[in-house]
């Protein structure tokens, strides 16, 4: 979802494209997992990630709720997010030796940090919150590199489709009413979170599949 920000105060101030280098290769993190901490609500979970989720790890979304994940409500949708642990309030896929335990499928907001996007003209490009990570010795590297996602044109459709429907949910909401709110974050929870994808097919037609059903 947006958030109301200066990139101006938290970036370099430019906007870059997936093929465009930026310092933020840091030896895979070596040594270090303080993204992973503390980070509340705010690592949310769109469609691909509970469908790489649920596929590799061969679990129902339902048996992450309460204990990996958690659904909370943005801008009045209600949308999933990874959950911290209680005492620790590191991330409930942290390795007690401070490492993901999903890395190789862990959720896009993960991928990006530290990078952000901006959403302008119906499109998007990314920004370098060039403080967010202390990790020094930064090397330059692309960003679809960093992302490390098959297919990220394909991805990148995605991400803007989900963006876009996000917003259109919130408008209608704000017009048409809390029972039509309710109505439609429960019909969203299910289609696009709760009803299993098939592991056997390309996630996204199923996501467009999907998104056909849904009428705002």
């Known amino acids: 979802m947006e958030r109301e920000v200066d990139i101006e105060l938290i970036s370099d101030g ?3 494209l997936s093929n465009d280098l930026v310092k933020l290769e840091c030896e895979e993190c070596k040594g270090c997992s303080d993204c ?3 980070m509340g609500d705010s690592i949310l979970l769109d469609p691909y990630d509970v469908f790489m989720l649920t ?3 061969k679990r129902t979304f339902e048996s992450f709720l309460d204990q990996e994940i958690s659904l909370g409500v943005i801008h009045q949708v209600i949308l999933p997010h990874l959950k911290m642990c209680q005492e620790e309030l590191n991330c409930s896929f942290l390795s007690e030796d401070g490492r993901c335990k999903i890395h190789s499928i862990r959720p896009g907001f993960c991928r990006l940090f530290p990078l952000g996007r901006i959403y302008e003209n119906d499109s998007f490009s990314y920004f370098h919150q060039n403080t967010a990570c202390t990790k020094g010795g930064k090397s330059k590297t692309k960003i679809k590199k960093w992302l490390g996602i098959p297919n990220l044109s394909a991805y990148e459709a995605f991400i803007l ?3 876009d429907l996000l917003k259109e949910m919130e408008k209608a909401g704000n017009e048409l009413g809390f029972e039509w709110q309710s109505a439609h974050n429960v019909k969203m929870l299910q289609l696009f979170f709760q009803l299993p994808y098939d592991e056997n097919r390309d996630f996204f037609e199923q996501y467009y599949e999907r998104l056909h059903q849904l009428e705002l």
């Open 55 to 57: 596929v590799h790890l």
């Open 36 to 38: 992973c901490k503390d």
């Open 161 to 163: 489709s989900w963006h």
């Open 14 to 16: 430019k906007r870059y």
